[in-house]
T-cell receptor
Framework: EPEVTQTPSHQVTQMGQEVILRCVPI?????FYWYRQILGQKVEFLVS????????KSEIFDDQFSVERPDGSNFTLKIRSTKLEDSAMYFC????????????FGSGTRLTVV | GQQLNQSPQSMFIQEGEDVSMNCTSS?????WLWYKQDPGEGPVLLIA?????ELTSNGRLTAQFGITRKDSFLNISASIPSDVGIYFC??????????FGKGTKLTVNP
């Protein structure tokens, strides 16, 4: 079964450092997303990306965050200057149409900011 | 913003028992989804509901989409140890994003 692949599975970074989280969406999917889950809390939407541009973003997704699809397969989330409160599990997801059908999540990257 | 209220927050049951959890919202959603999350993993879709009043089953799982499109329940019958995990409801309405509830943590005692 096709998977959304995320790397690394765990990243530890110092406060103020830049981090890039990487995702390889399912190959025929057109819509890409990032969500985050602070430990013990609900999954929260960050951003959606379609046709090489952001289609929707939440208030969490401020100027410290950016997304990019640098080639035909990767989808990245960059946090420019990490804060302690950025520590969370970050999930990439992709879908074919933007609808619920086929909306698939990766296994996540656990980001720890120290 | 849109919010989903999910209850209960946690459940401790014996193997073989039935389980019920629900979600309510003040907003209407076009689609309600139920996901399961195992530790260290991403959410995995269990059931999707997109017709108001719809009752859908997937093995031992049954879910219903409320007639007002503002609520849903998930039932698990004859629970087994591998049902352990966190169950999330999620809604999708008018955009691509999913709005998640806070989750129900299920513990099944053998």
């Amino acid at each position: 079964e096709p998977e959304v692949t995320q790397t690394p599975s765990h990243q530890v970074t110092q406060m103020g450092q830049e981090v890039i989280l990487r995702c390889v969406p399912i190959s025929n999917h057109l819509y890409f997303y990032w969500y985050r889950q602070i430990l013990g809390q609900k999954v929260e939407f960050l951003v959606s990306f379609y046709n090489n541009e952001i289609s929707e973003k939440s208030e969490i997704f401020d100027d410290q965050f950016s997304v990019e699809r640098p080639d035909g397969s990767n989808f990245t989330l960059k946090i420019r200057s990490t804060k302690l409160e950025d520590s969370a599990m970050y999930f990439c997801a992709s879908s074919v149409t933007g609808e619920w059908y086929g909306y698939t999540f990766g296994s996540g990257t656990r980001l720890t900011v120290v | 913003g849109q919010q989903l209220n999910q209850s209960p927050q946690s459940m401790f049951i014996q193997e073989g028992e039935d389980v019920s959890m629900n979600c309510t919202s003040s907003s209407i959603f076009n689609t309600w989804l139920w996901y399961k999350q195992d530790p260290g993993e991403g959410p995995v879709l269990l059931i999707a509901l997109y017709k108001a009043g719809e009752l859908t089953s997937n093995g031992r799982l049954t879910a219903q989409f409320g007639i007002t499109r503002k609520d849903s329940f998930l039932n698990i019958s004859a629970s087994i140890p591998s049902d352990v995990g966190i169950y999330f409801c999620a809604g999708q309405g008018g955009s691509e994003k999913l709005v998640f509830g806070k989750g129900t943590k299920l513990t099944v005692n053998p």
